[in-house]
């Protein structure tokens, strides 16, 4: 069975960091192109970041210069680091992998920014 588990969510004050990771039990991970997307209370759910090869990335006009996505595809894992969080950042976030017609979601980590 497939799974996707995030971790490294938590309450960080502005300006802080955090860097989330996306763990995948599935064969194959470098196939997967990995996004990240986020929902607010709210609101809804909107894409934050891609990584397809290993330096092929895009990210949301809004948290460009801030984040950065990365896999190790040896540990079945990909990142997002955080930096100078602000507090329109606060939400769960999301770790997607999908290749082909294979589209698998995680749970969920929640962020927030709060002082």
């Known amino acids: 069975q497939v799974q996707l588990v995030e971790s490294g969510g938590g309450l960080v004050q502005p300006g802080g960091s955090l860097r989330l990771s996306c763990a995948a039990s599935?064969?194959?991970?470098?196939?997967?192109?990995i996004n990240w997307y986020r929902q607010a209370p709210g609101k809804q759910r909107e894409w934050v970041a891609v990584?397809?090869?290993?330096?092929?990335?895009n990210y949301l006009d809004s948290v460009k210069g801030r984040f950065i996505i990365s896999r190790d595809n040896a540990k079945n894992t990909a990142y997002l680091q955080m930096n100078t969080l602000k507090p329109e950042d606060t939400a769960v976030y999301y770790c997607?992998?999908?290749?082909?017609?294979?589209?698998?979601w995680g749970q969920g980590t929640q962020v927030t920014v709060s002082s």
């Open positions: 599935v064969d194959s991970f470098s196939r997967y192109v």
């Open positions: 997607n992998a999908r290749w082909g017609p294979r589209d698998y």
């Open positions: 990584v397809s090869g290993p330096l092929v990335t």
